[in-house]
Each structure stands twice: as structure tokens, then as C-alpha cells.
């Protein structure tokens, strides 16, 4: 549901160090739209390159980077000023609070010479309790406790509210275990997922060669290894097959486990890792976890040991000495993503500490940069967009008045968090010390897991955020049905909040942002969850069923798109996000006419307001992405890439092709009969 904009790296983007700066000097600032455009495209044929051509020409991706964009601009920005009070904290060597909980994740993960000093060390001991399994029955009860810690080996897990009884949080299990992105890689037959498939092989030997096993027998770890890998990809489901929330839902009690894994002993497994005041789970994949016990007790001891030592080191590998940073970074990062050199050092710690303690860090920062006039501008757009939404509803024609009443309903009850949170996780009792980077990172996860774990059996707690103040990204959350807007998102990179005019933000943060989440509530998954956040059918079956034949017109049009080579989007398992654009772009335009922006119409930079909101939503995908990256993501990601954010969803609002005098034979011209007509 969440628009993770970037995901896969925790996207650090502390809130606008720069903007202080600045203050002093009004010098007018250059207009970002016009400075970004490339005049040489006609808008009416590629709006994206035509807007964001010039900075994407003149800002190459770096060598470090697998993408690069407007996210980063904002990320970079921040960074120093990070690396400042991280410094800072490392130098008072504090004995209790931030300052030392800081300062030592800092300074452990900087001591590069201890790190090479110590090698694998830090993993030590779980490997050798690995080692020292006797039996499947021990494999397993291993692999629980691996999981409190944050390897995710054999299956996938968590703790999130009951999808059909919103009130209650819910343990949920799913498939996973495997070591490449996601199970398509381990059947596509096409050139570049070929490739990476043979190289994971000689990934996984060079892991244990590193750990001191010859080069014969580290072959044959590997091909072991792969080989059970794929029985457990066999039996995993698609990425779009994964967004039917039904299908996705089966609630079953713990004592019941056995009849889909009969030699899985749950219940012990799942009080180890913390399971506590429920009595039954929710089961994701019900033929994954038969699989899993079939797999898991007809494999060699050995195999089972080998496979939770090469998870161990590869989840830590980022930790450890600079063999093991490499060995990784070859794979996941060089081969599948493209990236030709690695990060430095500095940064990859603060991205480790935002995914350790990332609350602590906003904190720092998201009142002092997200002042009320920011919070007020964009919580009052919130309501202007809810209402254009309203209005849209009230007019659509092939929705029954009945079905109508619901989703007003629905709409009406939709909460929203804009900035930061009004209460602070506490990390007081997260133990960070000088001990090693590894470590630090260990007990970070298991502080998760016990966070998370401890919030079974107890009522939910509504007033959560689950991303931090200063990440460039926001989620709708069903279960809640609730909008979640950190302060990250409304960044524009070197400019303070009244610097940029309505126009540009509404298409910036009220349709690409607001309106896009807001939509998601009504999106293929999000439309089955009802006003309370539960999974419970409110719609009419000719509702859904003209729901469906209108959303299907989006899919078709994005099965058509071919981001790199012959590679296409997979428009079904986009369907979601490419609806929450479209619906963005709508309702934000609907609000901005009620603007007095728009109604003076008056240009700026020789742009129309029309235009500018148009391009202001088209600056929020300013934003390329290398070969190898691209063609992942389309494996496994539910969003679109960028440029198709853009060029996919406007051809259906037929405010741009006024604004942008697109005719019959420009290549962002569609057929009246071919635009999608839902929302
Ligand atoms: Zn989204």
C-alpha cells in the first residue's frame, strides 16, 4: 500500500538542513521548473523528459549510485549535517541517553581498523550455535531465534494489525527464506535474470570461502543451497498474486499448525520468538509453509546448517570486514543493480543508524524545520483534496447511490498525520556500546522485534508512525484507514516551503502525495478494507464489477509500457499504484482549482498555473535509474518507474492535453475511447 518511493534503502532524508542557511539572503531564487525543463521535447510527446530533461542531461547518476533524483538532492543535503551530530555525539563520550546511544553506534561503525581486525568474529557465536545443531527439530528452533534478530531464514514474519478486525494486532507468517529478490528469479529464462542466477552460485561460495571452506567443497555448499532455495521459490506466489487480500488471509489457530507443516513443531517456535497473548496466526501462503515442511525434513543436516550460515553472513555482511562488504556489494549491488563503486562509508553508517534508531534522529530535527505554518499549509491541503474527492464521487455515473453513501463514508473517516509524530518512540532501552558494528546492529533488531512482539494481545495504538519525520515517503495504511505524510515528502531540495507557489505544490505534494495516498484507500486492494479498516466487502457486485472493467483499461496500458529493452511493467501488479496516481493527479487538480492561484491565472516563468501543476507533480519524479536497477525493480517492485508515473497516468486527464496542446499524433495523445474513466 505504502508509495516507498525508493525502496530497499532506508531512505534517510533528514529534513532540510539547508533551509537555515538561507534565511538571511531573499535573493530571488531561480524558478526550479524552469531551470529543470528540456526544451529541445515537445511537452505534448514526452511530458517527462520534456520537464525534468535538463537536470536528468546535466546530473549524471554517480558511479556510487544505482538512481539518482530529487529524493537524494534532499537526502544529500542532509547528510552533512547527520555527520555532524554524529560526530559531535561521538565526541562527548556521553554514559547514558542519545548522545551516547549516538555516539556509539558512530564511532564503532567508523573503527574501520578494528572491524578488519576482528573479520567475521562479531558472528562468532551464532555461527557456532549453528554449527552445533544435532537435528531438524534444533534447525528449526535455531531459525526462530535467528528471526528475533533479524534473519529471515526459511519463512517470513511479523506483526501488523488484524486486516479483518483492524482492533487487534495479528501475527502474520508468509513466504520467504530465499536469497534473490524475489522467486522469479529463480525460474525467468530471460538474458539478464540468466545471468544473475549463475552468478549466485559463486556469490554464495565466495561466502564461505571467506569463512575459511576450500574452494570444492564451497561449490558444492552452494549448488546445496540453491537447489533447496528453489524448492521453497517453487511454492511462492507471485508478486501480483500476493495483492488479493483474501487470498492472502488465513487465519489459522496455532495449535493447528501441524496440519500444514506436520513435523514443524509451531507453537514452540513461535513462543520463542516472542509470540505471546494470541492464539492463532495469519497464514500468507498456506502451500508455502506444506512446502517448507517437506522441504526442511527430507534436506541433509548439513545443507540446513550451511543455508542459515550463508543467510547469517550475508544479512550481517554490511557490518562486517571489508571481504565481506564487498562480496556483497558485488552481487546485490554492482551485478543486480548496477552500481559501479561503493557508497562511502559515512553514509551507509547513517542509513544503518535510521534503520536502528531512526526516530531518535528525526526528532532532532522535525520541529525545528517543519515549523506550523508548513504543518497548517499541508494539513489544510489534506482537506481541500478529501473535498474535491467528495465532489468527484458524489458525480461519478456508473456508481450506485448505495455503494456511493459507503465511500463518501469511507472518505469522510480517512485520518491524517502531517510532519512528525506527537509522541517519540522511547529507544531507552536499546543497548548500544562499542562492543562492534555488528553487534550494535544485532541488538537494534532484536529491540524491534521485542517492540513490535510486546504489542500482541494489546490494544492498537492509532497514534504510531511507522516511518520517520524525515523520510522522503508516505503510506495510506488500511487497517487504520489513515494517511501518513512525513515531513521528508514535502521537501523541494534548496528551497524553503514559501518559496514555491501553489500551483507547483499542488501537483507536487497534493496530487503526487495527498492525493495518491487518499486514493489508495480506494485503490484495487485498498477499496476492500471498509471505513473501520477492515477487510469486508462494502461494495455493490455491479459496483465492483464496473470497478474492475475500468481499472482494467489501466492495466492493459501499462502492460503496453517497456521501461528497458523488451522488459515490460507488469500493469497488474502496478495496478494499485498506477490507480493512486491517476486518482492523485485528479482530486489534486481538483482542489487547486479552487485555488486562488488558479483563479488569478497569472504565469510564472511564462507557465500557466495549469502548467505548473502539471509539471510540479512531474518535478516529484524527477528521478533516473540504472539499467540493472530498472529491470529489478520491475521483478519486484509494485510501483512503476519513474518516467512512467508521469507519461502513464496523464494521457487520461484531459486537463493536459489543453494545457499542453497535445493533438491527435503526439505521442502523449490517446484516443477519447481509450482513457481510463473511474474516479
Ligand atoms: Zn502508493
Not at 283 to 311: C, R, S, W
Not at 512 to 519: D, L
Amino acid at each position: 500500500m505504502k508509495r516507498i518511493v525508493y525502496s530497499g534503502l532506508a531512505l534517510a532524508v533528514l529534513f532540510a538542513a539547508c533551509k537555515s542557511s538561507e534565511k538571511k539572503e531573499e535573493v530571488k531564487k531561480e524558478d526550479i521548473l524552469a531551470v529543470n525543463i528540456d526544451s529541445s521535447i515537445n511537452p505534448a510527446d514526452d511530458f517527462f523528459e520534456y520537464v525534468n530533461g535538463g537536470w536528468i542531461k546535466t546530473h549524471p547518476i554517480p558511479n556510487e549510485e544505482t538512481q539518482w533524483g530529487i529524493a537524494h538532492l534532499v537526502q544529500n543535503e542532509l547528510y552533512d549535517r547527520l555527520r555532524i551530530i554524529n560526530e559531535d555525539a561521538a565526541k562527548k563520550n556521553a554514559k547514558t541517553g542519545a548522545d551516547q546511544q549516538i555516539g556509539d553506534f558512530w564511532s564503532t561503525a567508523m573503527d574501520t581498523a578494528t572491524i578488519e581486525q576482528k573479520g567475521i568474529e562479531p558472528l562468532r557465536e551464532e555461527l557456532n550455535k549453528i554449527n552445533a545443531l544435532q537435528n531438524t527439530q534444533e534447525v528449526m528452533a535455531q531459525a526462530a531465534h535467528m528471526h528475533t534478530y533479524g534473519v529471515g531464514v526459511f519463512y517470513g514474519e511479523g506483526v501488523s494489525q488484524d486486516a479483518k478486525n483492524s482492533d487487534a494486532m495479528a501475527y502474520y507468517m508468509s513466504q520467504g527464506g530465499i536469497g534473490l529478490p524475489n522467486r522469479d528469479y529463480y525460474f525467468n529464462t530471460d538474458e539478464r535474470t540468466a545471468k544473475i542466477r549463475a552468478a549466485y552460485p559463486q556469490y554464495i561460495a565466495s561466502v564461505f570461502k571467506l569463512m575459511g571452506v576450500d574452494s570444492t567443497q564451497a561449490n558444492a555448499k552452494a549448488a546445496a543451497i540453491i537447489a533447496m532455495e528453489t524448492k521453497l521459490a517453487q511454492s511462492s506466489r507471485k508478486l501480483e498474486d500476493l495483492r488479493d487480500p483474501y487470498a492472502n488471509y488465513n487465519k489459522m489457530a496455532i495449535s493447528q499448525l501441524g496440519k500444514l507443516s506436520p513435523n514443524i513443531a509451531w507453537p514452540t517456535y513461535l513462543e520463542q520468538m516472542g509470540v505471546k497473548g494470541v492464539d492463532s496466526v495469519i497464514i500468507g501462503q498456506p502451500e508455502f509453509y506444506k512446502q517448507l515442511d517437506k522441504v526442511v525434513f527430507t534436506e541433509n543436516l548439513q545443507t540446513l546448517k550451511d543455508y542459515m550460515a550463508f543467510h547469517l553472513v550475508r544479512t550481517y555482511a554490511t557490518y562486517l570486514s571489508k571481504p565481506f562488504v564487498d562480496a556483497n556489494f558485488n552481487f546485490y549491488s554492482k551485478l543486480i543493480r548496477g552500481a559501479q563503486a561503493q557508497r562511502p562509508r559515512w553514509k551507509r553508517v547513517l542509513d544503518s543508524e535510521e534503520q536502528a534508531m531512526g526516530e531518535a534522529l528525526g526528532q532532532l530535527f522535525a520541529k525545528e524545520y517543519f515549523n506550523e505554518t508548513a504543518k497548517k499549509r499541508y494539513e489544510d491541503m489534506v482537506e481541500n483534496v478529501r473535498t474535491a474527492y467528495r465532489a468527484r464521487i458524489e458525480k461519478l455515473d456508473w456508481m450506485t447511490d448505495s455503494t456511493k453513501k459507503k465511500a463518501l463514508q469511507k472518505l469522510s473517516t480517512i485520518s491524517k498525520k502531517v510532519g512528525y509524530p506527537d509522541k517519540w518512540k522511547d529507544f531507552g532501552s536499546l543497548k548500544i556500546d562499542r562492543s562492534s558494528y555488528a553487534q550494535n546492529m544485532m541488538r537494534s533488531n532484536e529491540w524491534w522485534n521485542t517492540y513490535y512482539m510486546n504489542k500482541l494481545g494489546k490494544p492498537v495504538d492509532r497514534n504510531e508512525w511507522e516511518m520517520t519525520p524525515q523520510t522522503y515517503n508516505a503510506y495510506y495504511n488500511p487497517s487504520n484507514n489513515e494517511i501518513v505524510l512525513p515531513a521528508g515528502i514535502f521537501t523541494v531540495p534548496g528551497y524553503r516551503d514559501e518559496q514555491l507557489d501553489d500551483a507547483l505544490v499542488y501537483g507536487y505534494a497534493a496530487a503526487s502525495t495527498i492525493g495518491h495516498e487518499i486514493t489508495h484507500g480506494f485503490d484495487d486492494e485498498g477499496r476492500q478494507f471498509d471505513d473501520k479498516g477492515n477487510l469486508k466487502n462494502w461494495w455493490s457486485a455491479k459496483d465492483e464489477e464496473e470497478f474492475k472493467k475500468r481499472a482494467e483499461v489501466l492495466v492493459k496500458q501499462f502492460n503496453n509500457m517497456m521501461p528497458v529493452d523488451t522488459q515490460r511493467i507488469n500493469g497488474r501488479a502496478t495496478l494499485g499504484e498506477n490507480l493512486a496516481d491517476l486518482g492523485g493527479i485528479l482530486i489534486g487538480l481538483d482542489a487547486f482549482k479552487q485555488t486562488e492561484a488558479f483563479k488569478k491565472n497569472e504565469k510564472i516563468s511564462g507557465f500557466t498555473p495549469l502548467q505548473r501543476f502539471f509539471m510540479g507533480y512531474s518535478l516529484g519524479w524527477m528521478h533516473q535509474m540504472r539499467k540493472e536497477e530498472l529491470a529489478s525493480r520491475l521483478l519486484t517492485d509494485v510501483h512503476s518507474p519513474a518516467k512512467f508515473r508521469v507519461n502513464g497516468p496523464l494521457p487520461n486527464v484531459p486537463e493536459f492535453y489543453e494545457a499542453f496542446n497535445v493533438k491527435p499524433g503526439n505521442k502523449m495523445y490517446l484516443a477519447d475511447s481509450l482513457r481510463v474513466r473511474l474516479w
